[in-house]
């Protein structure tokens, strides 16, 4: 069965830091791969997708994610985080033959001033 | 307008009662999707309509009702409600297969 897993529930960093929140699927044939943000009292928004060609996708506030075939991950990264990225962050997989959508467990991200 | 409405954002409801979620959105997108989202868990897909063919998932097939008026319109609707419904209903929209999906900020219930 198709599913995606984000091992780590809660991350907290220091503001300026590096960032890398993990996410690993599972479905045998080629994923569409998104990250949503959710901040407080707010809908879930995205952040990036992967859909093929370069692994290496760019999405707002300078966020991005790697595609890895091999590792089955689709990892979410910032080079430096800022207060207001505080959030959770879902990742998700959808799949090319059907209209489903399915969510990892979030990563809480706690950035500290 | 890139926004899924959805209303209450608060409900209040008995156990053995009613219960009628709605969600609207004018980006003529074809799939609505309902979300269950409780604590520390992963949004659980509830059904979606492909244009007018529901589709419900089988762990929750007689739980969940719905409905789909007319290419904006949604709801969800439990028919008897349980203490385990308590949650997040989180409602969404796309257009296509593989594409973003669109979330409403979601409706909260509460049941007592």
């Known amino acids: 069965a198709q599913s995606v897993t984000q091992p780590d529930a809660r991350v907290t960093v220091s503001e300026g830091a590096s960032l890398q929140l993990r996410c690993k699927y599972s479905y045998s044939a080629t994923p569409y791969l998104f990250w949503y943000v959710q901040y407080p009292r707010q809908g879930l928004q995205l952040l990036l997708k992967y859909y093929s060609g370069d692994p290496v996708v760019q999405g707002v506030n300078s966020f991005e994610a790697e595609f890895s075939k091999s590792n089955s991950s689709f990892h979410l990264q910032k080079a430096s985080v800022h207060w207001s990225d505080s959030a959770v962050y879902f990742c998700a997989l959808s799949m090319a033959n059907t209209n489903k959508v399915v969510f990892g467990t979030g990563t809480r991200l706690q950035v500290l001033p | 307008d890139t926004t899924v409405k959805q209303n209450p954002r608060y409900k209040l409801a008995r156990v053995g009662k009613p219960v009628n979620l709605i969600c609207s959105q004018t980006?003529?997108?074809?799939?609505m999707y309902w979300y269950q989202k409780k604590p520390n868990q992963a949004p659980k897909l509830l059904l979606f309509?492909?244009?007018?063919?529901?589709?419900r998932e089988a762990d929750t097939f007689e739980k969940f009702q719905s409905s789909r008026p007319n290419n904006s319109f949604c709801s969800l609707y439990i028919g008897s409600a349980g203490l385990e419904y308590s949650a997040m209903y989180l409602c969404?929209?796309?257009?296509?297969?593989?594409?973003?999906?669109?979330f409403g900020k979601g409706t909260r219930l509460t049941v007592v």
């Open positions: 309509y492909y244009d007018k063919i529901l589709n």
């Open positions: 980006m003529n997108h074809d799939t």
């Open positions: 969404a929209s796309s257009l296509g297969r593989g594409t973003e999906v669109f």
